[in-house]
């Protein structure tokens, strides 16, 4: 997952597991930075309405929570997110997400 605020740019691995019932999304994140190898995972709620997609994300660890927007179209999930850190102006950004075989 690639995610990028403003001029910069960050690439993730993330695993991303959802179950879909009636268009309501529920499951987990887990996303690490590959450099700094810093973790993050949490709960993920949501909701998909033909290739609308908006997801929220709770972290369990010490990180911020965000809300994403976006399209699905294939396998690629891309849009904008917001990061809302306690205390802080919200950090806005977009995303890019490509769904990967099954190992």
Do not use: Y
Not at 26 to 50: H, I, K, M, Y
Not at 55 to 80: D, I, Y
């Amino acid at each position: 997952m690639q995610l990028n605020f403003g001029s910069a740019s960050t690439l993730f691995n993330l695993r991303l597991t959802l179950s879909d019932s009636e268009g309501s999304l529920s499951g987990t994140l887990e996303a690490t930075e590959p450099v700094a190898g810093v973790l993050t995972s949490g709960d993920v709620t949501g909701r998909v309405n033909g290739s609308a997609v908006t997801l929220s994300f709770k972290p369990t660890t010490r990180h911020c929570p965000a809300e994403l927007s976006g399209t699905r179209q294939g396998v690629r999930l891309s849009g904008t997110l917001t990061v809302q850190c306690s205390g802080a102006a919200p950090v806005p950004g977009t995303f890019d997400v490509s769904k990967q075989p099954s190992p």
